[in-house]
Structure formats: structure tokens, C-alpha cells
């Protein structure tokens, strides 16, 4: 029997790289690079932990966990995905300031007008001044 074909026999029924797989190697050997100045025992630890948990995915045969901790970390991806497209959509617009209300954080967009103004939140009803520069 040859060596491949016992990895094959071996991976039969377990789960493999995924995408999860790769962002927690690729996040354990960036901070593996930190800490060769950092040179701290905590943040090795967290290293080898991440390695042994991506590790320990990829050999699993609980197939539907994993397919699910994969979908969630997908899912994460996607959200800062459209959170960065959304901000520069925000900057992109020449008639609109968008500004978060102090109180109850509700993004507010107001017209581009430069200088200090008073506005009240529609969702809270809290009056406060937003100041537009050019
Ligand atoms: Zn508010």
C-alpha cells in the first residue's frame, strides 16, 4: 500500500480544508510573525490552539458542524464585505454627511451643508450639532 493512497483512505469521511481552514492558518502564521518580536507565551499558545482547532476541523467527521462553522465564518466574511462597500458608497456621496446620532447610534444622513448645524434624530428625538467641513 502506498503512502498517497493510505492520506486518501485516511481522509475518507472526514471533513478537509475549507475556507475556515485557511483564514485560521493564515491568522496563525501572521500572528506566529508578530510574535517572533513580541516573543509572548500567551500569544503562542493562542497560536498553537488555532493551529490544533484548524487541524483538529480538518480531520473531523462531524461533516454538518463543521459545514455550519464554516457558513458562519462565511457569513462574517460577507458581512464586513458589504460594511467596507457601504462606507465608501457613504464617502462617495457629494450631497449627503452621514452622521451617527450620540444617543441611540442610528446613522443619519443630512444634506452637505458646510459649517455647524442643529439636527434632531428621527428615531430618538434627540437634538445635537453636526459640524460638515468641506
Ligand atoms: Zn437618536
Request: charged share 25%.
Amino acid at each position: 500500500m502506498n503512502f498517497r493512497y493510505r492520506i486518501i483512505q485516511f481522509m475518507s469521511g472526514r471533513y478537509g480544508p475549507d475556507e475556515t481552514f485557511f483564514i485560521v492558518f493564515a491568522v496563525s502564521v501572521v500572528l506566529s510573525l508578530v510574535n517572533i518580536f513580541l516573543r509572548s507565551v500567551i500569544l503562542q499558545l493562542l497560536i498553537y490552539t488555532l493551529m490544533i482547532y484548524a487541524i483538529f476541523r480538518m480531520f473531523s467527521r462531524n461533516i454538518e458542524q463543521r459545514r455550519k462553522e464554516n457558513a458562519w465564518v462565511t457569513g462574517k466574511l460577507g458581512f464586513f464585505k458589504r460594511k467596507g462597500e457601504l462606507h465608501r458608497q457613504r464617502r462617495n456621496d457629494k450631497f449627503h454627511v452621514y452622521k451617527k446620532c450620540p444617543s441611540c447610534k442610528a446613522i443619519l444622513r443630512l444634506p452637505r451643508r458646510v459649517g455647524v448645524h442643529r439636527t434632531v434624530c428621527p428615531k430618538c428625538g434627540r437634538e445635537f450639532t453636526v459640524k460638515v467641513r468641506k
